[in-house]
Nanobody, 122 residues
Framework: QVRLVESGGGSVQAGGSLRLSCAASGFPFSSYCMSWFRQAPGKEREAVTNIDGFGTSTYASSVRGRFTISRDNAKSTLYLQMNSLKPEDSAMYYC????????????????WGQGTQVTVSS
């Protein structure tokens, strides 16, 4: 049974930091492309970043330089370090897995987590 369980969300002030985690199981984590998505009320779902099995990552321009995606294949865990947070980063953040990495503008997903809420206040 595939499971993706996000954690680490919370409420922070602008300029603060959070680290999200996604614990994965039930599929060959190390060979999958892993992604973080986010969606705020009234806004489109946005692919924030992804990382392939070798550690090569891609970032949306909105988070480049502030967010860092990483993975620990031995622990089947995905991370998202978020620094210099802005109110516009507030959203539900979702972990996702796919057999193949693609551009952030055209990315498919095989599995989704339930999300963790990030709220950034000014």
């Amino acid at each position: 049974q595939v499971r993706l369980v996000e954690s680490g969300g919370g409420s922070v002030q602008a300029g603060g930091s959070l680290r999200l985690s996604c614990a994965a199981s039930g599929f060959p984590f190390s060979s999958y492309c892993m992604s973080w998505f986010r969606q705020a009320p009234g806004k489109e779902r946005e692919a924030v970043t992804n990382i392939d099995g070798f550690g090569t990552s891609t970032y949306a321009s909105s988070v480049r330089g502030r967010f860092t995606i990483s993975r620990d294949n031995a622990k089947s865990t995905l991370y998202l370090q978020m620094n210099s947070l802005k109110p516009e980063d507030s959203a539900m953040y979702y972990c996702a897995a796919n057999r193949y990495c693609a551009s952030l503008t055209n990315i498919a997903t095989d599995y989704w987590g339930q999300g963790t809420q990030v709220t950034v206040s000014s």
